[in-house]
T-cell receptor, first 114, second 116 residues
């Protein structure tokens, strides 16, 4: 079983829809949680960074972390065709030699159609 | 451009040849990571440097792989005697410590390796 599980989709939504992307994880040492967006044949781009449980909002994006359930989410409001990409969740533990090492989910392919 | 820079962007090589990739991190970042990504998968950790010290290597990094970061600046990743299974996107990331004690890692555009 992988440490981080992410539904690969694909997910197709109409423009303007609210998108919900999710990951579950098994390693209770994970303390830092990130969402990356990756366009085809490009490197991942950091979207959201959160520490421990709680919510964080940035424009149309909201990241939620529930450590008790080992579950994280990314919500995209008013989705746009330009949001079409692969969304990767990533997480890391605190301290030790593994400090900063990211463990990624498989990625969810999102298409927003006009 | 002050982001992470990787060269070359694409590399096609014959099986058995050696290849070397270069990564130039964001200048004030002291941590540098290499990841490998295959089609339909998330990036997988390969190795990590803090300044010039290589602190951790994944079991994915076989003896044919070697990485260096001389003087804690740019880094190189060399693959010797390439195999078709080495075909992947090789990603470099750099980071610095955040106020909460974690790290925000920023990725380059990757080097896409095709072994024929």
């Amino acid at each position: 079983q992988k440490e981080v599980e992410q539904d690969p989709g694909p997910l197709s939504v109409p423009e303007g829809a609210i998108v919900s992307l999710n990951c579950t994880y098994s390693n209770s040492a994970f303390q830092y949680f990130m969402w990356y967006r990756q366009y085809s044949r490009k490197g991942p781009e950091l979207l959201m960074y959160t520490y421990s449980s709680g919510n964080k909002e940035d424009g149309r994006f909201t990241a939620q972390v529930d450590k008790s359930s080992k579950y994280i989410s990314l919500f995209i409001r008013d989705s746009q065709p330009s949001d079409s990409a692969t969304y990767l969740c990533a997480m890391s533990a605190a301290g030790g030699t593994s400090y900063g090492k990211l463990t990624f989910g498989q990625g969810t392919i999102l298409t927003v159609h006009p | 451009d002050t982001g992470v820079s990787q060269n070359p962007r694409h590399k096609i090589t014959k099986r058995g040849q050696n290849v070397t990739f270069r990564c130039d991190p964001i200048s004030e970042h002291n941590r540098l990571y290499w990841y490998r990504q295959t089609l339909g998968q998330g990036p997988e950790f390969l190795t990590y440097f803090q300044n010039e010290a290589q602190l951790e290597k994944s079991r994915l990094l076989s003896d044919r792989f070697s990485a260096e970061r001389p003087k804690g600046s740019f880094s190189t990743l060399e693959i010797q005697r390439t195999e078709q299974g080495d075909s992947a996107m090789y990603l470099c990331a750099s980071s610095t410590r955040t106020g909460s004690g974690g790290t925000e890692a920023f990725f380059g555009q990757g080097t896409r390796l095709t072994v024929v």
